[in-house]
């Protein structure tokens, strides 16, 4: 690497190969636009079709590319996971491969880990603004504030949408968070969140345009009951305070 790398972007996927390379490429293009140095991470979380293959063309088209090939799925939070810890930008953040997040959001949102010194932020779909763009399912919308309902009873209530996948972290706080960070599924979002809250991290959320892809990979059905019972989980899990300075072996669900 010929310079220290400003931001990484981290992309989990599973089976993505109809979807992967116009998201890459887009990426792609806004690095290349950008004066900041990138590194783009995809983590292909044990795919059954092209995904990994189309990933690693990608090498050609932008030299700092790394691909990250997980041999059995394992789910989002894992995937997620191993590509924040692989990641060596000062700034980490992580994109959904289906692209329902455009790359523009990150230069839009950056200054508040850059010059409001936040330490997180989280790209919401539940506040607004006159610029966003949204795009949600009436049905998503229905089951998110049903879920959000149970994060705020039994986790925290000072955040309005945990499951967007657009979040970024300030390098320091990644190993302090993700090394405590257990499940591997759809549920990782509202742990490492939790974690923050607990540690103390100032976290800043705000909306950001966001527009329904075709072919997600959650059940709505079987991946919210799991998701409810995972909001139990976490909550017995990090019952105790806890000491960002020490770090839990790593455990996975």
């Known amino acids: 690497m010929d310079k220290m790398t400003d931001i990484s972007i981290i992309i989990p996927a ?14 792609i293009s806004y690095c290349r636009a950008s004066e900041k140095a990138y590194e783009i991470i995809i983590v292909d979380d044990g795919s059954s079709d092209k995904t990994f293959e189309i990933a690693v063309s990608y090498k050609n088209k932008f030299p700092n590319l790394n691909v990250i090939k997980i041999s059995e799925n394992s789910g989002k939070g894992h995937a997620v996971k191993s590509g924040m810890l692989a990641a060596s930008g000062n700034i980490c953040l992580f994109m959904d491969a289906d692209g329902s997040v455009t790359p523009e959001e990150i230069e839009k949102n950056l200054h508040y880990i850059t010059e409001k010194n936040y330490d997180i932020f989280i790209g919401s779909r539940v506040l607004t603004d006159n610029e966003q763009i949204l795009e949600v399912k009436w049905y998503r919308k229905l089951i998110g504030r049903v879920f959000n309902f149970f994060v705020h009873v039994i986790l ?4 309005q949408d945990t499951q967007c996948g657009f979040k970024i972290f300030r390098k320091e706080i990644i190993i302090p968070i993700f090394s405590r960070n257990y499940l591997r599924g759809f549920g990782f979002d509202f ?13 800043k959320e705000g909306p950001v345009s966001w527009r329904h892809v075709g072919g997600s990979k959650i059940n709505i059905m079987t991946d919210s009951v799991k998701m409810f019972f995972n909001i139990l989980q976490v909550r017995i ?14 455990k996975g669900v």
């Open 156 to 159: 925290f209530n000072n955040i």
């Open 191 to 203: 742990e490492i969140l939790y974690l923050a809250c607990k540690m103390g991290y100032k976290i």
């Open 237 to 250: 899990w990090h019952c105790m305070p806890i000491n960002p300075d020490s770090r839990r072996p790593d």
């Open 14 to 27: 599973y089976n993505e190969e109809e979807r992967l390379s116009l998201f890459l490429d887009q990426v």
